[in-house]
Every structure is written in structure tokens, then in C-alpha cells.
């Protein structure tokens, strides 16, 4: 996991025309990172997604997210598979990890994540198009009358 | 005139330089006649069925190179394994340099063949020997033919060889085109452990046509883990037969890494006589661009108890060519074997082509025996999966396929030979990997 962060991290580096992050820096952002994450270390040296459970795997993209601090990350459909433990460690990480610097788009078919991970902006895509924008209190519309009546709204 | 005529006739002029009243010269004379009666493999012979000699028998090769050439280690350094201290047996053109070796008498003999068939002290040895494991066949023949020097070494028995014995082949392209046949011969006694590495290298672009016989000796309990490390240039060509004989409770490793020259042919054999031994064969492969690889192994199994591993993997780009032709043969005396064979390999492309072709000839009934082949592609979600975390396309790549070389690189015991092979993918794969694998 740490050998493919650090290239990972570096390959990023070397696109922006800085130099490699020297080995103590690295340590130093592991360390907190799997602090905030509250992420067992034991985790780090193992193979990346070798004989990881499917909650182990997603702490792992969560780790990554927070080690790479991408301005954008798209999180697709991260909820499906998972039990509700391991949907809070997701939540939790995007929710430490969101600032005024970055953004995440979320994709997901169900509310329950949304309890956990707060949108700012909510959209519906129909038909490869986004057909009806609104805050959060969209999403509890959807959880209620489901997506028919947005169909019907764009068909008209 | 063809190249085969062109061995024929030389070899009265060859007579000139060697004792034609010792007895290893009937050896000779016996091989001459062969190799005047079969020649070369063609097409037509099964075991050459998807490798064609033609594009690299055309040149016109000297066949004794002309003039004693002398090079500094520091031109050459990087072909050696230098970051560790070991025996090193150098040949330039096919002629020892004293320069650039470090032999030894010290206990156990690592020196010249050219010493060991002549002189009386190692007669013994060479009777027992010289020629007992090679196969006979036209190309082996050859080399038996013209057999005066290459690698001599001798473990006596309850030695455990501290440090690795370097085999270095280098051909300095003075001769506009060469053939080299060194010829080596390694006998490992009881309980004895030594490790080798060899490596054939041109140092320019003048085609070099190398066929060399390697005899190995392991007794009874002995430990032996050889290496090849294939990175020779575009236009050498080389041909290995490699004939190992195990006795009893023996190991012995082969490590064979192909990533340069024209035209590479292994023929390795090993030959298990004796009970609860085992035998390793493992290879990693990668090549582009017109080059061809076969590898042509065998493992005999004759007595029971015994165990053998063969782990074979390529990578090919380009037009690049690849053969896989193991065998594995169980005696009916050979209960209680255990064979694995397993032979995996990318395409990267829709030029590049691999023939895989495992046999095994079982005779015993309890026996566990399996082959696998696979012939993949790299797996575009892993390549995905990477690239969205900001690794290069390139990069991504290697990653990958250093993982499918994986084990075979993980089963490397010594560290400098891993590192190096390690970084010789690297510089092919054109990638700087920023962590030890």
C-alpha cells in the first residue's frame, strides 16, 4: 500500500515540476493521515487490495483519497456492497477530508449514505442528462416519492 | 560457403591447436561425425518446429577469432555484478583474460577448461565427467567438436562457496562476424553449495553467433543455484544446451533471464537420478521488436520421491516471438513425483506471438503432475484503477507486469542479482520505479 502511494504521490509531483516528497515528509503524512482515518497501520504494508474484506478496501480508497488530496474526486457508487460500519468509515473520511479547496461528487442510488455525508448540491441525471438540480432537501424528495415523478416533469 | 562446411572443414586447422593424442580427442572425433551427419536443426525437426536458425546461420562467421583482444574492467564494469565480491572467469572472443578474472585453487578449483583438459591433475575429473550428461544431439556435437575452453569448476565435497562464481562471455566485434562455443563444465560434490551466474555480452553491433554446452554435476545433497542473465545486443544470437545431472537429495536452480539479443534458444535438461531431490526452473522473459526466445526444457524424473518446478513467464511486444516447449517425463519407477509446470504470458500487442506447447509423458500412477499456460493481455482495470491516481500510462504498465515476473524474481537468492535484474526491466520497460520491489 505505502510503496503504491508513494508512486502514486510522486507520479503527481513530477507532473507539477516538484521533486520527490523525501521519505520522512512521507512518513510524517502517513501517520496522520491513518490517525484521522483511524486506520490500523498493520493495513499499510500489505498488498494493495490483496486479501482485503470489501469495508478493508474502501478504508484503503479513503486513505488514498486523504494521502493524495485530489482537487476533485468522483466517488462512484462507493456505497454498494458495504455494511453500515463500513459506510460510516466512508462518510467519516469524506467528511474530514472535504474543504473550501476541494470537491467530491458523489454517485449513489440511496439515501442512506447522504445521512452520513451531507451534499451541498444534489443533481438527477436521466438519460445521460442532468434533468433536475436542488440542495439536500431533493434528496430526501427522491427518498419519499422515488424518480417517476421526475420522469414525468422531463417528459411533459 | 554454408556456415555448416565452413565447421567441417576448420576443424583440421582446429586439430592444430590441441593435443589429438589425449584421450578427450576421441570425444572430439566422435562429435565431428555427428554434427557432419545431422547439421543443423531445420523447421522440420519437432523440436525446432517454431524456430528457424536461417536468418542467423547466413553470416559469414569466423569461427576462430584472429587477434588476443584486451579490455579494461572499467569499459565492461557494468556487465558484472559489481556491487558484490566474487570468483569471476572472463573470456574475451572466446580467449580467458587473467585481467579481468579472479580464479581459484584454493580448496575448490574455479578455473579454465583449456587448463582441465590438459593438465593430468584433472584428469580424474574430466573421465568421470567431460561429456557424460550432454545430449548428442547436432548442436551440442558442435560445440563438443570444438571443445577447448570456457568454465571449469570443481566443489569438492562439504564446501559451501561464500561467494558467487561470475561466468562472463564478452566478444569485443573486432571479427566483422563470430561464432563462440565455450564449453563449461561444473561438478558439485556431496553436500557442497555454490552459486553461479553467467552472462554472454557483445559489446558491439557485429552479429555474434554464441552455442554453448554447460554440463553440471550435482551430488548427493549438494545445493547449486545458477542464474543467466540473456541481455546481449540486437545482433547476438545465442544458442544454450545446458544438461544437468542430480544425485540424491539434491537442489538445483536454474534462473534464466531473457530480455536481449536477435535470436535466444535454451535447451535445458535436467536429469533427476536419485531420490527426494528437487529441481527448479524458472524464467522471465520480455522482448519487442523482431527478437525470438524458445525455451526448450526437459526434466526427466527417474526415481521416486522427487519434486520439480518449472515457473516460466514472458512478455512480448512488437513483433516479438516466443516458444515454450516444456517436458516433463515421469519413469514408471518415479511414484510419488511431484511436477509442476506453469507457463503464463502477455501479448502487447497484435504483432507478437507466443507457442506454448507443455507435454508430459507419465508412466508412473501415483504421481501429482499439472501444466498450466495462460496468454493474456494486461488487465485494463488495474491499468485504470492506477492511472486515476495520477501513474502514467507507462508507469502503470510496468507495475503491472513487474508483478506477473513477481515470484520468479522473489525466488532470486542473491540480493545483487535480483537488484540487477530488477533494474535491467526497469531500463527496458523505460520506467524510473521509485521503491524496491
Known sequence: MTNFIKTAINANRKAKGLEDMPAKDMLKMIREKAELLEIDRKFLSRSLNEG????????????????????????????????IDALRIVANGVNKLKSKDNAVIVITHYQRLLDYIVPDF????????????????????????GYDWIKEEVEA | MELKDKLVSSFIAFENTVDVDAAVHDVRNEAIKIFEAIGFPTKRDEAWKYTSLNRILKHDYSVFPKQENAIEYSDVKNYFIHDIDSYKIVFIDGKFSSNLSQTTHDGIDICLMSSALTKPKYQPIIENYFNKVASKDGLTSLNTAFSKEGAYIHIPKNKLVEKPIQIIHLSTGNEAALMLQPRNLIVVDENSHVQIIERHQSLTANPVLTNSVTEVFADKRAIVDYYKIQNDKEEASLIDNTCINQKRESHVSMHTFTFGGKLVRNNLNFYQNGEHMDSTLNGVTIIGDKQHVDHNTLVHHIEPNCESHQDYKGIFSDKATGVFNGKVVVDKDAQKTNAFQSNNNILLSDKATINSKPQLEIFADDVKCSHGCTIGQLDESAMFYMQSRGIPKKEAKALLMFAFCNNVLGSVKVPEVKQRITKIIANKLGVNLGFDL
Not at chain 1, 474484506?53 to 482537487?71: D, H, T, V, Y
Open chain 1, 52 to 83: 482485503f474484506s470489501g469495508g478493508e478496501k474502501k478504508r484503503n480508497e479513503i486513505f488514498q483519497m486523504a494521502m493524495l488530496e485530489p482537487k476533485l474526486a468522483i466517488l462512484d457508487e462507493t456505497d454498494s456492497g458495504l455494511d
Open chain 1, 122 to 145: 444534489v443533481h438527477v441525471l436521466y438519460n445521460g442528462k442532468i434533468v433536475k438540480s436542488g440542495g439536500k432537501e431533493l434528496a430526501h424528495q427522491l427518498e419519499e416519492k
